[in-house]
Structure formats: C-alpha cells, structure tokens
C-alpha cells in the first residue's frame, strides 16, 4: 500500500490547493492564549508534544464554527470537558498523519506555502493579499505568523496524505454496475390513502366526556413552577462607553504601527520561476529573458512564455500584495533590494530560480484614514482588560447583597426583570441554560441569594436574583377545554382510520381489488409506474415506504404505513427493476465513478488515521 501510495504523489502539483475555513468573528479569543502555562505540553504524540495553546486555540475555532453554523445556538450549551475531548481526538490524529508524512518523505516547499497564503479569501481585500487582514486574522486566531505557518504545512501535508491514501482505491467495472442497479432501480406501486382529517371532520365530542377526561387527568393540566428574576447584565460594549481615548493614544498607536509596516511594507510582486531542466537548460532559458527584458519587451508576458509557476504564469507572474516574510529568505532579500520596477539577478531557492520584479509598493498609512479604526480597536482593548476588575467587583458586591438595586447604583448598571419561566425556560435571559440552571438551584429559589456571575457570551455577564415566585396551580378547566377536545378528536380519528385501514389491507392481501375497494370506500388510490429511488413528481414520503421495502420480497408484497398527518396508507409493491450501467449516459457514469471513488477514499483515509492512533504512544488523554 504504501508503494501505492508514494507513486500517487508524483503527480501532484507543486501547488497544493487547500480548503483553509477560518472563522474570524472571534471576540477577545487572544486573551485566552497569554497566560504562562499555555507553552506547557498537555498531549504527547509518539514523543512530540501538543501544547495546551494548541488545545485551547483548537477548541476555541471549533466553537466559533458552531456558532457560525447555528444562528440561536446558547454559548451556555456548549460542554468545553466534552468539546476539549473531540478537539484533543482531532488534534492526536492530525499530528500522527503529519509525523507519518515526514516519515515518508513529503513536504512543502516555501514558495508552495507563500501561494496558498495569499489565496486565502479571509487574508485578501478587493482580491489581493493584504498584510492588515491577515495581521487582524492571526490576532484573532491567536497566532504567530511562525505557528501559523506550522498549522497551514501541516494541512498541506495532511492534503498530501489524504490524496496519497484515497488515490490506491480502484473502481470496477461490477463496482458501477452494482452501484447502477440499486441507484437506477425502478419501481411499480399503488396505494390508497385513509385522510385522518375527514375522519375528524365528522367527530364531535361531548362535553360530557371533555369534563370526564379533565377529572380524571387532573394532574397533567397543572402549571409548571415559575419564577420572575431580577438581573444586572455586564457588557462590553457599555464598558466602551466608559472609555475615553486620546489623540496621544491614536497617534502612538499609529506611529508604532506606521513603524512595523515600515519595516515590512507589502509589495505587488511578479516573477518567473526556472524549474524545468537542467541547470545549463535553466541558465540559457535566463539568459533569453533577461536579453529580451533589455530589449525593452514586458515582464508580465515573457512571465506567460516562460514561467515554469502554473499558478501565476496565466496572471503574468503576479503574486499579488504580499508579505515579504512570505517568501524563502533569498527572495525576501532580493525583493527587499529592488526599486518600484525593477528586476532583480537571478534568484535560486528550493523551487528553482526566479527573477523577480517589483510591481509596486505600499503607500504610507495615513493618519486621517487610519484614526477612526484605531480609536475603535483602542477602546475594545481597553474594555476588554477592564472587563475582568468589573466582573471582581459585580461577584464581591452582589455575595449576600439584599437588592441588585444597590449593587447596579454602585456599578451603575439598571436593573433588569425576567417575564415568568419555568426549568423548561422562556423568553430573552431565561433561553440560557446557565441562568436557568442557577435561578431553580436552592440558593437563588430557596435562600434568596443572587446567583454567581453568569457568562452568557464572551461579551456579556449576569447575576441573577428571585423577585417571584409563582406556585403551581390546577389549570381551570374553561383554559383547557379546547385543548382536551382538540387531543381526543385527534386521538379517536386516528384510531378509527387504523381501524377500517386494517380491515382494507386485509382486503387487499387477501386479492380485493383495489379499484373496486376504493369506490366502495369512496376512497382515493394511486399508481406509480418506472418510480425512481430520488426525485419525481410523487409522494415523496409514499415514495420512500415503497423503496424502503425488500427488493427481493415476493410480489406483490402488501403493508401500511402511518403518514405524518396522521393518514393510515395501504401500500402494494408489484415490481422492482434493477438499474442498467448500460442505460446511464457517459457523463453520468463518469460522475458515479467519482462519487464512489470518494466515498471510497473518504473511509480508506479515516481507516489509515485510524489505524495510524491505533499504534501511536499517547499520553496525557484522559
């Protein structure tokens, strides 16, 4: 297998391309890697550590994706013990699949690397690199550019591996064919439908059987426990509002950031990499530009002509706006030598040589254009530190405090109240299953204590206290009566419609025809011809009954089914036939042939991953 493998790697393209997804709504995520422990080792991996930082950078992005992917999702229902296992799972298996590619001699080369860099949408403004967003971006992540660097080789590499591992599978001919005949399978079907709600239609339950049922279920018609809280919420955004920032303090932090861009001002780059050949090849095929740039003929098309970089070749060598701590060091250095324009020596780096030429370079920030977002990004900053002292002092002032009034006139903070809600919850605050957990716990419902400081995201923080109590009661039964009457009309319908469908579907196994049964029944019945297993113009839900029966079964093969509506269904299946590759046009079948190639590669590389953990020597996972 592994021969198998390295031979599928030697066709992959010097530029790798990788779907990086990062999420760059995180709030303050920064704070969380500063403290003195996150360098030490948490994980062990076959010798190699993975650093607490790792971990908890991990946990934190696979956080904001969750938020990103559920709109309304409560920060309070996230488990970090159970979320810090799944991350730490995937951390162990993405480190075992990289040491296993440094085992088999993969790797990435730098100007591999500087390519996908500047791919990355999130790090790009009106498509080009821009070295502020990306700055911005591994703030946010909590990344250095080095260690950034490290997680994006790494996913190249896992890259690598998962197209190395996925390309051994191989599709037969009776792969397609089998896949044909259960895809491309047809079905011939009736059915007769019993509508529940025609049956309801015509019940009227008496009064009489509403009071008797309300007696006797009593206890189901009764209120949960309620309570009305009172609460005092902390946020960042009024602590801005606290915040004064100076002139002084924007142009300092304006002048400090003028100064490092300075030192590492981004450039729009172009160059033309030599990599096929020999060296004497190379040198000629130098030596040929470099007399038709004297001649006066345009970089950017011999870039066209000559380069050996399929990635920027067609864009006439454009690399866009890059960071020139991007590139290998000899690039770095002969870029940074260059004027507006210019084309530098040759350049040989692991790629091959190049000669570059600076297109353009970075103009100086402005202050005027500047000011506004740093004055914003200062008091953000600002906040956020002051956040932790406030949280102090909320927790100190409101332990065994009488009203939250006295706490919010010292912090000056306006009291809030909660609309009723039940350990089922409610409405705004009460949604959060932190404060619903805190405002039923003994201390707040019992001992009228203020709970703890309650986070509800990493912006906002609460304490809570009982203003009401409100007991459970005997629903009158005027509250429930139409809801009673509702349930047994639902009920009774329902039952009656199984039981005369039962009564039709013995009929029907029994060799009734079903013509004749549904005009004695007044009842309506369907055909479907030639049916496939997906799409069509037909009861999707009838559809899938029939597809989920045997194919094998004995014809015709008679059930019933209740709808989601509540319709009692009789079902017949007369025929089933198997699909033909043969009847699948060539697109189509080329199509199949991927999608099982995927699907097969899919499971050989969490196989290979799997197996991968399986003999590593771990420690530290609990």
């Not at 045997?550 to 007369?574: C, H, K």
């Amino acid at each position: 297998m592994l021969q198998d493998f390295r031979d599928n790697l030697k066709g992959t393209a010097v530029f790798i391309v990788v779907l990086i997804s990062i999420p760059f709504a995180l709030v303050g995520i920064d704070q969380i890697f500063l403290g003195g422990s996150a360098a030490e080792a948490e994980l062990s991996v076959n010798g190699e550590n993975i650093t607490r930082l790792e971990v908890d950078r991990a946990l934190a992005i696979y956080k904001q994706r969750l938020f990103a992917q559920y709109d309304n999702l409560n920060p309070a229902m996230l488990d970090d013990e159970l979320l810090r296992a799944s991350v730490s799972h995937q951390l162990i298996r993405q480190k075992v699949l990289v040491q296993r590619a440094n085992k088999v001699g993969l790797g990435v080369a730098d100007i591999a690397y500087a390519e996908l860099l500047k791919s990355i949408d999130e790090f790009q403004i009106e498509g080009r690199f821009d070295r502020d967003a990306y700055e911005f971006a591994l703030r946010q992540m909590g990344y250095t550019q080095n260690s950034y660097q490290d997680f994006l080789e790494a996913n190249m590499l896992i890259s690598q591996i998962a197209s190395g591992v996925g390309g051994t599978g191989i599709v037969t001919s009776q792969d397609l064919e089998l896949a044909a005949q259960l895809l491309e399978q047809k079905r011939d079907y009736y059915y007769l439908t019993l509508p529940v709600a025609d049956v309801r239609e015509t019940l009227v339950i008496e009064d009489s059987i509403i009071e008797a049922h309300y007696e006797q279920n009593k206890a189901t018609y009764k209120t949960e426990e309620q309570v009305v809280i009172d609460y005092l919420e902390l946020r960042v955004d009024d602590l801005m509002a606290e915040i004064t920032v100076d002139e002084e303090m924007v142009q300092a932090q304006f002048d400090a950031e003028s100064k490092e861009q300075a030192s590492s001002a981004r450039s729009r780059v172009e160059h033309i990499l030599f990599a096929n050949g020999d060296d004497a090849v190379n040198e000629q095929r130098i030596e040929e530009v470099q007399a038709k740039l004297a001649a006066g003929e345009a970089f950017n098309k011999l870039a066209q002509e000559y380069s050996d970089d399929s990635g920027s070749a067609e864009q006439g060598g454009d690399l866009g706006y890059v960071d020139p701590g991007a590139f290998p060091e000899a690039f770095a250095d002969a870029l940074a030598g260059l004027e507006v324009g210019q084309v530098s020596s040759p350049v040989a780096t692991d790629s091959g040589s190049h000669l570059i030429r600076l297109a353009e370079k970075e103009a100086a920030p402005v202050y005027e254009q500047e000011s506004d977002r740093i004055r914003g990004e200062l008091k953000t900053q600002l906040a956020e530190q002051l956040l932790p002292e406030r949280i102090d002092r909320l927790r100190e002032l409101s332990y065994n405090a009488e009203s939250l009034s006295e706490v919010g006139d010292e912090l000056n903070i306006s009291v809030k109240t909660s609309l009723p809600f039940s350990r089922a919850g409610g409405e705004d605050i009460a949604t959060f299953p932190n404060v619903l957990s805190a405002a039923f716990e003994k201390g707040v419902l019992q001992e009228g204590y203020a709970s703890d400081v309650l986070e509800l995201d990493p912006t906002r923080f609460v304490v809570i206290k009982l203003r009401e109590l409100l007991p459970v009661r005997t629903l009158p039964f005027d509250e429930v009566r139409q809801i009673i009457a509702d349930s047994l009309q639902v009920e009774l319908a329902e039952q009656m419609v199984m039981d005369k469908g039962e009564k039709i579907l013995e009929q029907v196994r029994s060799g009734a025809d079903v013509e004749e049964l549904a005009k004695q029944e007044g009842l309506s019945w369907q055909v479907s011809i030639d049916t496939r297993r997906f799409g069509g113009m037909v009861d999707a839900g009838v559809r899938d009954q029939a597809f989920a029966l045997p194919a094998r079964s004995v014809l015709p093969r008679v059930t019933s089914f209740m709808s989601g509506e509540g319709d009692y269904v009789v079902l017949s299946l007369t025929k089933v036939a198997p699909g033909r590759l043969d009847g699948i046009p060539a697109e189509q079948q080329r199509n199949l042939r991927g999608s099982i190639q995927t699907t097969r590669a899919q499971r050989e590389y969490r196989s290979y991953g799997t197996s991968l953990v399986a003999i590593a020597k771990i420690e530290g996972l609990n």
